[in-house]
């Protein structure tokens, strides 16, 4: 879901002890908190380890603040580490590198037709969740920052307890506690064929069929990576589309090739009931329609990680979903409590919440958060095809009236696609007709997460330096697909008059 695409180093942002020191302008934001050496323990405490937490810390830390930090799990690295973004990705670039190679030709002539078990795909992911926790603890280690074990709660507006029998005192708190699978009433959890996002990556045996209750982002993909594996799939949606907030070509695109591969997909359902049983799941909808499949995954929403952080004793309040509500400045009703990350809500991305953080720790050294494009969070989504965007889409400008020209590039017509076998996919330009500026970019097909980020880079230029023409002056390697950019851009200038 945005989309953090994943680098060597973490979530899709940078190594956060690399975080760069930059020399920002004049400080236009008062401190929240002034560092109070003597008066508390800590000038900030941040509470959480994923993304979040780290960008927060390792900035304050950077900047000469006292910092330290909780972690309830007994590793570091958030849900982002350990059944989010990392364990999905992995086991995603496991059943696709698989089923590539056990679908070649050449394999199947020599006769491999295995069918890998889910303990073997999921078998490399432990080695990576443990490379980014060593490579994480380095950070807080290397940057003198302490780490408390167990679960923290303010007792007041300047203290928490740690259920190790800590006590600490902070001028200021970090909130990045993340979030958790939504789990209604009336669903049997403990049974064992019915899953949420945090408990599948535990699935042993693989099913022969499963439904997937939700199609946001999480849903789509674990749709599509069952599928890829061979399995049946049912993706309720209780929507009239897929993941709305695309453009609607990439939707379209999107529903085509999920249908195309095999996905069952039903729009606008909602649950009666979910009934588990020894040989399966029934799921009743609300319509009238009744399922059942080996297997049951619950994708429907997610709950801020907030009622057992001792919000009763501070004036802040969670909403029903249990996410805290911030300013601009990531601040609280209490300006020396920030919060960060899936805590606050959408996007939900690593991406987002480790920028956040950073946001955070920059305002808190009273520094101007205004070099972080905290506005310009991409889209990025691991289904096949892979889907990524940045900037507005057809829809917003349509409904703002934007004169706007579109520019196309089908990956079919690329060479570097045609010599790898991923023709699937598009990168299609939205600019303004008279300034040719980029308004929106999308992208559909093998690696858009990282295609995106060349029209991302344009796209943020100043002024007359974000225009399509860069794309048509420039001399791309060949064959790349980068090239696709010169494809659309040219594509789009064909259609001015
Ligand atoms: C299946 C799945 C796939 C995803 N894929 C992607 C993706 O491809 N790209 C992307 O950008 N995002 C993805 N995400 C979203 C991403 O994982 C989250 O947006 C990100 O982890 C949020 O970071 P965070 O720092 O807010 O919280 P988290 O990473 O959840 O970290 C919160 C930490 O706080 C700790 N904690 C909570 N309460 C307390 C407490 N009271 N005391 C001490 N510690 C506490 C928790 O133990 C946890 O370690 C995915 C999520 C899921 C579920």
């Given at each position: ?22 020399n ?31 960008g ?14 909780a ?43 295995a ?17 980014q ?22 007792v ?14 902070a001028?200021a708190f ?6 958790r ?5 009336g ?15 535990e ?10 209750y ?10 599509s ?8 799939v ?6 009239d ?22 996905v ?95 946001a ?33 889409t ?31 996919g ?17 992208c559909?097909?093998?690696?858009a997460?990282e295609?995106i ?45």
């Amino acid at each position: 879901m945005s989309s953090a695409t994943e680098s060597s180093s973490s979530n899709g942002a940078a190594s956060p002890d690399e975080t760069p020191d930059i020399n920002l302008p004049a400080p236009e934001a008062k401190p929240a908190a002034k560092p109070a050496p003597d008066k508390f323990d800590f000038d900030l405490f941040v509470i959480g380890t994923g993304p979040g937490g780290e960008g927060a810390a390792m900035q304050a830390a950077k900047g000469g603040l006292r910092v330290g930090v909780a972690e309830r799990y007994r590793q570091i690295g958030g849900g982002c580490t350990h059944w989010g973004t990392i364990p999905s990705k992995a086991l995603r670039y496991a059943v696709t590198s698989t089923m590539k190679s056990l679908k070649n030709p050449v394999m199947r002539e020599m006769g491999f037709a295995a069918s890998p078990s889910m303990e073997q795909l999921n078998r490399g992911t432990q080695a990576i969740i443990g490379r980014q926790v060593t490579m994480r603890q380095s950070f807080y280690d290397r940057n003198s920052v302490p780490i408390s074990r167990g679960q923290a709660r303010f007792v007041d507006e300047h203290t928490i307890t740690i259920d190790n029998g800590e006590l600490i005192t902070a001028a200021a708190f970090v909130i990045s506690t993340g979030s958790r699978p939504y789990r209604p009433k009336g669903v049997d959890f403990s049974h064992p064929r019915i899953f949420d996002s945090d408990t599948i990556l535990e699935m042993k045996d693989k099913p022969t069929s499963i439904t997937v209750y939700g199609a946001g982002v999480i849903g789509t993909e674990y749709a599509s990576m069952f599928r890829n594996l061979g399995i049946k799939v049912n993706l309720i949606n209780t929507r009239d589309k897929l993941l709305e907030f695309l453009d609607d070509e990439i939707i379209d695109a999107l529903s085509y090739h999920l249908r195309d591969q095999g996905v069952i997909i039903r729009h606008n359902e909602t649950m009666e009931s979910i009934e588990g049983l020894d040989d399966g799941v029934i799921l009743r909808l609300k319509s009238g329609k009744v399922l059942k499949t080996d297997v049951f995954l619950w994708a429907n929403g997610r709950q801020g990680n907030t009622d057992d952080l001792g919000l009763k004793n501070l004036p802040i309040e969670a909403n029903s979903r249990g996410q805290i509500v911030v300013d601009e400045h990531f601040q609280t009703c209490l300006p020396h409590i920030y919060a960060v990350g899936d805590v606050i809500g959408i996007p939900s991305l690593a991406s987002a919440a480790y920028t956040q953080g950073r946001a955070a720790g920059m305002h808190l050294l009273g520094r101007v958060d205004g070099n972080l494009r905290l506005n310009d969070i991409p889209t990025g989504i691991y289904t096949s095809p892979e889907i990524s965007s940045v900037g507005s889409t057809e829809r917003e400008l349509t409904e703002r009236c934007v004169p706007y020209e579109v520019g196309q590039a089908q990956f079919r017509s690329l060479a570097r696609a045609q010599i790898t076998g991923e023709t699937t996919g598009m990168l299609k330009l939205l600019f303004h007709r008279e300034t040719k500026e980029i308004l929106g970019v999308h992208c559909f097909g093998a690696n858009a997460s990282e295609i995106i980020h060349i029209g991302q880079a344009i796209m943020n230029q100043p002024g007359r330096q974000n225009t399509i023409d860069y794309f048509i002056e420039t001399t791309f390697n060949y064959p790349t697909m980068a090239e696709a950019y010169r494809v659309a851009a040219l594509n789009g200038l064909n259609r001015l008059f």
